[in-house]
């Protein structure tokens, strides 16, 4: 019995950290028109024109 309460719980962490990561990076997507990776894809990863300068203006980070 300890060791079925002991995998319950060790599984339930898992499953809430994952949802947090999940979460964590669906917000962050969203604060970018480029994903999670901050490159422009059609430039080959280059950052465009229009997001450097929101670079220097400190607005995208």
Known sequence: ??????????????I???ALLINFSKRRQRKS??????????????????CGERVKKGEML
């Not at 019995?1 to 599984?11: A, C, D, Y």
């Not at 999670?36 to 990863?45: I, N």
């Open 16 to 18: 809430v950290g994952c």
């Open 1 to 14: 019995m300890k060791i079925l309460l002991l995998t319950v719980g060790i599984s339930f962490l898992v």
């Open 33 to 50: 028109p480029h994903g999670l990776t901050g490159m422009c894809h059609k430039s080959g990863g280059a950052v465009c024109g229009k």
